[in-house]
C-alpha cells in the first residue's frame, strides 16, 4: 500500500507576521502583540527578534518588558488575523480540498493524490505563501498526521536565530519510529506533565523507550490511554485529514527556479499540469465546466483568463485544449514567467453514458482509466501521453479524441 503525503503547516509567529504586514517598520524588531503591561496583559505572539532575549506566549507583558527593555507592545487585530487565515486557506485548497485547520495558523493537508514528492508539494505550498501573502511558514511532512506535526514543532525548534524558521522538515515513510525514538518524551501527544513525571519513575527517557516497552504492561500503567501512547511511539497513525467542505475547483501550479520565456518548454509544462488536474478530477469523480490558467510575469504581476466549456469534463485532451487556447491569448511572446498554473471549477459529478457500440469517447475513457491505473501503482511519471509531451511543437495534438 502507498504511504499518505500528509503535511502539517504552521505560519510562523502569524500574528506578528500580520503586524508586519500592517507596519513594516516592526520587521526585525523584537516586539510583541498583546495585552497592556499595566494590567494583566500577556504575549499572545512575539516576534523572533523578541524571543533572543527570552520573552514568549503565554508571558505576562510586564514581565516580557523587564527580559526585553527595548519591546514594542502591538495590540492586536483579530479581524485581520481571520481575514489573512482566510487568504492562507484559499491557497491550501487551491493546492488539495483535503485541508484540515487546526487553529487560525495551521492545518493539515492530504496531498496523497498529487503526483509530486512530498518535500516537493511542501516547497511549493511553502513558496506560494512567501510570495502571494508575503508569510513565513513552516512544514512537517510524513505519511500520519501524528508524525508531520511532530516533525514541525521539531525543525522549527532547531531554528535559534532571530529571523522566521521557515522550516521544512520531512520524515520519509518507513522511518517514523527512528525519528521518534530519540525525541524527548513531552513531544509524543497525551504525554504532559502527569504522564511524563511517571514515564519517568518507570525509567522511560525518550519515545523510543515507549515504543519497545511491552504493551499490555503500558495498558496496564496507563488503561487505554497506554496503549495508545504505545502506537504512537511507533510512529502509527491512521487517523484520516478531517475536511468537510464541498470541493468547488482543483488546480495546479509550477513556480520556475528562474523565469521561462521559451513558449514551447511553458505549453509542454502547462500540458503536464493540465493532466495532473485532469486525472484529480476523475479520482474524485467530477468534471469540469470551466477551465482557467494564470501566468506570473517577472514583476509579480498575475493576469488570468478563464474559459466555460460547452459541457463538463475530465479528459485530458479537452482541458489541455482549452488550457492552451487560454494560454495563447493570454501569453506576450518572449516574455519570461515566474509561474505557470492550471485550474478547474464549475465542478460536477460525472455521469458517462455507455452506448450499444463502442465511440471515440469511450475508447478515450478506457485509455484514460488505463493510464490512472498505472498512474495508481508506479506514480505520476510512470505515463505520459506522448502528444501533451509534443504539446509545444504541434498543439493541434492537443486533441485527444480521434
Known amino acids: 500500500m502507498t504511504a499518505r503525503k500528509i503535511l502539517h503547516l504552521d505560519l510562523d509567529a502569524f500574528f506578528c507576521a500580520v503586524e508586519e504586514l500592517r507596519d513594516v517598520s516592526l520587521r526585525g524588531k523584537p516586539f510583541a502583540v498583546g495585552g497592556s503591561p499595566q494590567g494583566r496583559g500577556v504575549v499572545a505572539s512575539c516576534s523572533y527578534a523578541a524571543r533572543q532575549y527570552g520573552v514568549h506566549s503565554a508571558m505576562p507583558m510586564a514581565q516580557a518588558l523587564r527580559a526585553c527593555p527595548e519591546l514594542v507592545v502591538v495590540r492586536g487585530h483579530h479581524s485581520g488575523y481571520s481575514a489573512v487565515s482566510r487568504q492562507v486557506r484559499a491557497v491550501f485548497e487551491d493546492l488539495t480540498p483535503l485541508v484540515e485547520p487546526i487553529s487560525i495558523d495551521e492545518a493539515f493537508l492530504d496531498v496523497s493524490d498529487l503526483p509530486e514528492p512530498a518535500e516537493e508539494i511542501a516547497r511549493i505550498l511553502q513558496r506560494r505563501i512567501q510570495d502571494e501573502l508575503d508569510l513565513p511558514s513552516s512544514l512537517g511532512v510524513a505519511s500520519n498526521k501524528l508524525v508531520a506535526k511532530i516533525a514541525n514543532n521539531i525543525g522549527k525548534a532547531r531554528h535559534k536565530g532571530p529571523t522566521p524558521p521557515r522550516a521544512i522538515l520531512v520524515v520519509p515513510p518507513g522511518q517514523e519510529a527512528a525519528f521518534l525514538a530519540p525525541l524527548p518524551l513531552k513531544e509524543l ?63 495546479q501550479e509550477t513556480t520556475f527556479s528562474k523565469d521561462v520565456a521559451d513558449g ?107 493510464m490512472d491505473e498505472l498512474r495508481q501503482r508506479y506514480g505520476e511519471k510512470v505515463v505520459r501521453r506522448g502528444r501533451s509531451l509534443d504539446v509545444g511543437r504541434n498543439r493541434d495534438d492537443t486533441n485527444t479524441s480521434k
Open 189 to 251: 501527544w497525551g504525554v504532559g506533565p502527569k504522564t511524563e513525571e511517571k514515564l519517568k519513575r518507570m525509567g522511560f527517557r525518550a519515545i523510543g523507550d515507549i515504543a519497545r516497552a511491552n504493551e499490555k504492561m503500558m495498558t496496564t500503567q496507563f488503561g487505554k490511554h497506554g496503549r495508545d501512547l504505545w502506537r504512537r511511539a511507533q510512529g502509527r497513525d491512521d487517523r484520516p485529514v478531517e475536511y468537510t467542505h464541498e470541493v468547488k475547483s482543483i488546480s
Open 264 to 370: 514551447d518548454r511553458l505549453r509542454q509544462t502547462l500540458a503536464r499540469l493540465t493532466e495532473n488536474v485532469a486525472y484529480r478530477l476523475r479520482q474524485q469523480g467530477l468534471c469540469a465546466g470551466t477551465v482557467r490558467i494564470k501566468l506570473r510575469w517577472s514583476d509579480f504581476s498575475t493576469p488570468t483568463r478563464q474559459l466555460t466549456l460547452p459541457r463538463p469534463t475530465d479528459a485530458d485532451g479537452v482541458i489541455i485544449q482549452a488550457a492552451c487556447t487560454l494560454f495563447d491569448a493570454l501569453w506576450e511572446e518572449g516574455r519570461p514567467v515566474r509561474l505557470l498554473g492550471v485550474g478547474t471549477s464549475n465542478l460536477t459529478p460525472c455521469s458517462h453514458q455507455l452506448s450499444l457500440w463502442e465511440t471515440p469517447d469511450e475508447k478515450e475513457r478506457r485509455l484514460l482509466a488505463a
